[in-house]
């Protein structure tokens, strides 16, 4: 095997990616899909690895803006389109890609690098940690109800063509961003993704529909959904598909639920991405006819471990020395003195005894908050070296939202 890894080149694009679908099981993806993923690549920032003159592993990378604790934008590589054909599985492309990949991200000064995985297996040897959840959730709406705060009445409800509402919806979406951890600021292109409806995805349902929630003539909130016709023995026995639900305030939320779950001829919402503490969990009268799934969603990989650390703010005041290893980036590895709160942090090399010593995967999963370092100490991944600062770093790391992602890439 003689392997050339080189920059993506335009004209390769099409095959490129059809390796990357081989390597996914074959089933190419419907022509609008194919077709945005394409605008928004950046071959500049795909690799493609060569064997013989054939590409034979593939990866590349978004310049994303991504929301962190405190509420700060920061410059985050999201991963994306890794592959490896079958015919060069482990013997170490992959590895090579992802460091070839990872001094890249650092030389573009990009604290952070996230990805979602295919299989959580495979990143953390590569630093990332699993740092947040996806709830999934199969809602019976026959028998359940949604408790509407006073006021929902007076929500005005507009079912819109979603392209008609697009512009709409974004707005919500903007003054959101920076609310939660782990939302990604809308680069140029990406509003579409939202909006992609292949039909031959749709198993069953019609197109997608869009309802804007208004309160006094502004735009306060929107859900994206569509239905799946069913009928059985004792009637209709319909589904809504829920894409993403989003509002400004919980009056405008729980309006949008309470239609959601009062579409006719349907008994049952099926919705895949939500954060682990949707208040619609608190909206509901029977949270265990939700049928909750969690699973982890984005990996979290600090690039600058300094850097990054002291981008965020702090729960609680903090004042720790953290051991950190980190073999795959060695530049991260060593003593960190992480001062900080609610206002603000610093993190500086020292050589001062340390506190807590733990990996670079365990930083990027206690990073947005998703996941307590106490935790990881409770699973032998975080060693507290003086007595206290466990308690004191994992409180401070905390978060008031769950982190959450709000749509793959
Ligand atoms: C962000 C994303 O795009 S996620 C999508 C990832 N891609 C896919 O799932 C598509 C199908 N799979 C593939 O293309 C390939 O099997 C890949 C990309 C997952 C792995 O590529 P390879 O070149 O075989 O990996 P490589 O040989 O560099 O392996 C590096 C290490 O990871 C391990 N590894 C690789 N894949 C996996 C896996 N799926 N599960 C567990 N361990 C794995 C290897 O055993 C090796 O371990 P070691 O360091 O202890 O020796």
């Not at 509002?247 to 919705?271: K, N």
């Amino acid at each position: 095997m003689t392997t050339e890894l080189r920059q993506l080149r335009p004209d390769d694009w099409a095959d490129w990616y059809g390796k990357l679908e081989r390597a996914f099981g074959g089933t190419p993806e419907a022509p609008e899909e194919r077709a945005l993923w394409r605008r928004l690549g950046e071959p500049e920032r795909c690799l493609d690895m060569r064997d013989g003159g054939e590409t034979v592993g593939t990866a590349g990378a978004y310049s994303f803006r991504l929301t962190v604790p405190g509420g700060a934008v920061l410059p985050a590589a999201g991963v994306t389109l890794v592959s490896v054909q079958p015919t060069h599985r482990r013997r170490g492309i992959l590895r090579t890609m992802m460091r070839h990949q990872l001094a890249d991200i650092r030389d573009r000064r990009e604290p952070l690098a996230v990805l979602t995985a295919s299989e959580p297996a495979i990143y953390g040897r590569f630093g990332y940690g699993a740092g947040s959840e996806a709830v999934s959730m199969t809602l019976d709406t026959l028998r359940q109800s949604v408790d509407v705060p006073e006021g929902a009445d007076d929500v005005r409800l507009r079912l819109v063509d979603p392209e008609t509402g697009l512009a709409d919806c974004e707005k919500v979406y903007e003054q959101l961003v920076t609310g939660r951890p782990g939302m990604l600021a809308r680069q140029p292109g990406w509003e579409r993704l939202p909006l992609l409806d292949p039909e031959a995805d749709r198993d069953g349902a019609g197109p997608l529909l869009c309802v804007l929630a208004e309160v006094a003539g502004e735009t306060r909130g929107y859900a994206r959904y569509a239905v799946k016709a069913g009928w059985d023995s004792g009637g209709p026995d319909g589904t809504v598909v829920l894409r993403d639900v989003e509002a400004l305030d919980p009056v405008v939320y729980a309006a949008l639920w309470r239609y959601l779950f009062g579409i006719d001829l349907t008994s049952r919402l099926t919705v895949r991405n939500r954060p682990a503490d949707d208040p619609l969990l608190h909206l509901v009268d029977d949270i265990r006819r939700c049928r909750v799934m969690v699973r982890e969603s984005l990996f979290v990989r600090l690039v600058e471990a300094g850097e990054a650390l002291a981008a965020r703010t702090y729960a609680a005041p903090l004042d720790v020395v953290l051991d950190v290893a980190d073999p795959f980036c060695p530049w991260n590895e060593g003593r960190w003195r992480l001062t900080g709160d609610e206002k603000g942090a610093s993190c500086e090399r020292t050589a001062d005894p340390a506190d807590l010593a733990l990996t670079v995967r365990e930083l990027g999963a206690a990073y947005l908050g998703g996941f307590t370092l106490d935790a990881l100490a409770a699973a032998g991944r975080v060693r507290e070296l003086r007595p206290g600062a466990l308690r004191e770093a994992s409180v401070a790391f905390g978060t008031h939202r769950k982190p959450w992602l709000p749509h793959g890439f």
